[in-house]
């Protein structure tokens, strides 16, 4: 496990994937990537996150979105690092 500690992040992808612990950071206008799963931050700070769901987590935000509670909304195109992990896939 790797722990970043008091960290400012600018305008970052960041990938959640449970291998991080952030503690006192502060993410300015990062976009968040997330799959499902552990993850801890610690007293942080996030100033215009935006967030994509991979994975797990883009399946049942798909599926959120088609029952109503979740406005849609056509998400940010990933880096090519992140374009490699699973989609959210067709909903069943």
Known sequence: MNTLV???FNAQDIVIDGKTVYVNCTF???HFYYSGGDFQFINCQL???TVTFTGEAGKTFAFMQMVGMINQAQPPQPPP???QMPDAGGVH
Do not use: G, L
């Open 47 to 49: 100033q215009e996150p």
């Open 28 to 30: 300015t206008k990062c």
């Open 6 to 8: 008091r960290k400012k």
């Open 81 to 83: 690092a992140v374009a």
